[in-house]
């Protein structure tokens, strides 16, 4: 996926009076034609950083969905100073040394590791199906399919680096997808129920809520404290 994915729900935001932005990674999404083989998470984060400071961005309510949830804890454990409140949508905590192939469930990665292909020199994980995207709207679904591109598989399998525990002492938010719940996350919602500085709130929606349900989200957004 890639920027275009936040349209609706950045609409929303807008519309509210808030500066939001989307930010998509090197090769992936609108910039898809840069897919290479150094590709991977550090090069995301890099790239991320790089933005948040050519822009001169700060007090920034930092939002990561599935696997861009990845990136924004690392942005969060790297530069604290310029986030004010970091949100989690559906996605993993992070942790340091482990990689996401680490984190799913085994079977899962297991799976995906079978559907490895090559693109420009590149290895990478295909798009989802049409069919597995959880989006209930048929058209939505197609539209959303005809604009999904490949993805670096080493940000699946390099392990990540964490100088500090999830979060870094910034205030957290997770948005958790519960209708119906995303088998790669399995367990997580209950994880991080655990976890006392991170704020819970499950919203009835699938796991591509942003697409999905953007009123939802929208919504949970404009109620971050």
């Known amino acids: 996926m890639g920027a275009w994915t936040w349209q609706f729900v950045l609409e929303r935001?807008?519309?509210?009076?808030?500066?939001?932005?989307?930010?998509?990674?090197?090769?992936?999404?609108?910039?898809?034609?840069?897919?290479?083989?150094?590709?991977?998470?550090?090069?995301?984060?890099?790239?991320?950083?790089?933005?948040?400071?050519r822009e001169a961005l700060r007090d920034i309510v930092l939002v990561g969905h599935s696997f861009g949830s990845l990136i924004a804890q690392m942005v969060a454990d790297r530069m604290p100073e310029r986030i004010a409140h970091l949100v989690i949508i559906d996605g993993g905590i992070a942790q340091d040394d482990q990689s996401?192939?680490?984190?799913?469930?085994?079977?899962?990665?297991?799976?995906?590791?079978?559907?490895?292909?090559?693109?420009?020199?590149?290895?990478?994980?295909?798009?989802?199906?049409?069919?597995?995207?959880?989006?209930?709207?048929?058209?939505?679904?197609?539209?959303?399919?005809?604009?999904?591109?490949?993805?670096?598989?080493?940000?699946?399998?390099?392990?990540?680096?964490?100088?500090?525990?999830?979060?870094?002492?910034?205030?957290?938010?997770?948005?958790?997808?519960?209708?119906?719940r995303y088998p790669v996350s399995a367990g997580m919602h209950e994880k991080v129920q655990a976890m006392s500085h991170i704020r819970f709130r499950p919203i009835a929606a699938g796991h591509n809520c942003i697409l999905s349900a953007p009123d939802l989200v929208a919504n949970e957004l404009l109620l971050v404290p």
């Open 13 to 53: 935001l807008s519309a509210a009076g808030h500066d939001a932005r989307a930010h998509s990674f090197p090769g992936v999404g609108e910039r898809a034609a840069e897919l290479a083989p150094h590709l991977d998470n550090d090069v995301f984060l890099a790239d991320t950083l790089q933005r948040i400071q």
């Open 100 to 180: 996401i192939f680490g984190r799913i469930p085994a079977a899962i990665a297991a799976k995906r590791k079978t559907l490895v292909q090559t693109v420009n020199g590149t290895e990478v994980l295909p798009f989802a199906p049409v069919g597995s995207l959880i989006i209930d709207d048929p058209d939505l679904a197609a539209w959303t399919h005809r604009q999904l591109t490949p993805h670096p598989l080493a940000c699946y399998t390099k392990p990540i680096r964490l100088n500090h525990p999830a979060g870094n002492g910034r205030p957290m938010t997770y948005i958790a997808c519960t209708r119906p």
